[in-house]
């Protein structure tokens, strides 16, 4: 693991260092450009700023920022004990330092992401679709995933990945704002100098342009170079963790498959988090072409089923080679002699049984994150009461009688 881990980190490192590069040279050229030839050195200094404060604000409050953008809420074990007993299974199995927090999302879509600065200080957040629709043990493969995640120290570089993707992003807009609108004085400069000069700092203007354009494209291809290769590892690690593959895999099929609508919370910032692309595709189970943030779902399941004789990091590395003609995401470093027996399976309700069950649990964690207050009368029905609701007592709807509210339970009925 250690050596994984070490790789891992040395691959973001380089990755990195170039989208440094690209930021650099976008500013480098756009100083040009504005200032003339004295204005490389500023335009330098601004992109290190911009970067700078970026990267300050990703590392004081970037992950509380990207769970409040994604409209994800701190939940008790009371709220769903089952996905706490997991998580919990899973930092035992990680060997992790401390409890992640625990989110819920309250969407209809399947889906969970991992953020934080260090195993120390992360969080895992899930989708209410994604605890209704999937069973113990998909749900095991989800949770470990992510914590695969938080273990390969990915949550760390790919928000500052992101946050250097969105700094270059940024100059080029407001270079490109700057110069439709006339702000940055090329008129005037052209105008002013139609000799050898001016003709020159024309082709720096023009150079500058076509680097606007293209150094969000080549950060974005780096930043996608990194998120897509991570899933893959993160694959392997839950499968070794969880000694089931079929788990994850059947919960990336129910996932892709899913009739929900898109994630409502999910924009181009948060959509690498995820453990499947969120920007939906109908007819197809997954964006699999060169420019997703993720590797094509029905390539990751085909994998995750290749893994017939064992569940370690070599077995997965196997499967990968027998399956995809992409270069192996487990470094040779990190494939041992390690023995990973897979498990069986756990026992599971009918489908019928379970597909109604999955349909109440869904709208009764919606509205718990939501706020609603739950009841069950000695009639054997069950209330749930809105959060807006004064009343101290409500009036059973079947037998009349009258429950007050402070004997609601704090979970799910």
């Not at 992409?326 to 494939?335: G, Q, T």
């Not at 000695?378 to 037998?399: H, T, Y």
Request: proline share 6%; hydrophobic share 45%.
């Amino acid at each position: 693991m250690w050596e994984l881990i070490q790789a891992n980190k040395r691959d973001s490192v380089l990755l990195m260092v170039l989208m440094a590069l690209v930021l650099l040279t976008l500013g480098v050229v756009i100083g040009l450009a504005v200032v003339g030839p004295q204005g490389g050195l500023i335009g330098v200094g601004i992109a290190v700023a911009v970067w700078l404060l970026l990267t300050l604000i990703s590392f004081s409050s970037g992950d509380q920022i990207l769970l409040a953008a994604s409209g994800a809420r701190p939940v008790t074990h009371e709220v769903h004990p089952q996905l706490f007993n997991v998580v919990e299974e899973m930092k035992i199995a990680a060997g992790l330092p401390a409890m992640p927090k625990i989110y819920i999302i309250n969407d209809p879509a399947p889906n969970a992401f991992a953020t934080g600065r260090s195993p120390k200080s992360a969080s895992i957040a899930v989708t209410a679709g994604l605890l209704g629709r999937l069973n113990r043990d998909e749900l095991q493969g989800v949770v470990a995933h992510e914590m695969s995640h938080i273990l390969h120290r990915d949550i760390l570089y790919v928000t500052l990945a992101g946050v250097m993707l969105g700094g270059v992003v940024l100059i080029s807009q407001i270079f490109f704002r700057g110069m439709f609108r006339g702000s940055l004085g090329f008129n005037r400069r052209y105008s002013s100098d139609s000799r050898g000069g001016g003709q020159a700092q024309l082709v720096i203007a023009v150079v500058a342009v076509l680097a606007a354009i293209l150094a969000p494209l080549m950060a974005r291809l780096l930043y996608f170079a990194l998120s897509r290769r991570r899933e893959y590892l993160a694959d392997a690690g839950a499968a070794r963790l969880t000694r089931y593959p079929e788990g994850l895999a059947s919960a990336l099929e129910k996932i892709a498959t899913d009739p929900a609508p898109q994630l409502a919370a999910a924009n181009d910032a948060t959509a690498p988090l995820y453990i499947v692309n969120p920007f939906k595709k109908r007819g197809k189970m997954d964006l699999s072409a060169w420019t997703s943030t993720h590797p094509p779902i029905a390539e990751r399941i085909h994998i995750l089923r290749s893994m017939s004789q064992g569940a370690s990091y070599k077995d997965y590395a196997q499967a990968f080679a027998a399956v995809s003609r992409s270069r192996n995401p487990v470094p040779l470093a990190a494939i041992t002699k390690e023995q990973v027996a897979i498990r069986q399976a756990q026992a599971e309700p009918t489908r019928q049984e379970k597909t109604q069950k999955q349909a109440r649990q869904i709208g009764d964690i919606m509205r718990k994150v939501n706020g609603f207050r739950f009841l069950t009368c000695a009639c054997g029905l069950k209330i749930k009461v809105p959060p807006d609701f004064k009343a101290p007592a409500v009036e059973c709807p079947r037998c009349r009688r009258t429950l007050p509210l402070a004997t609601a339970a704090s979970g799910p009925a």
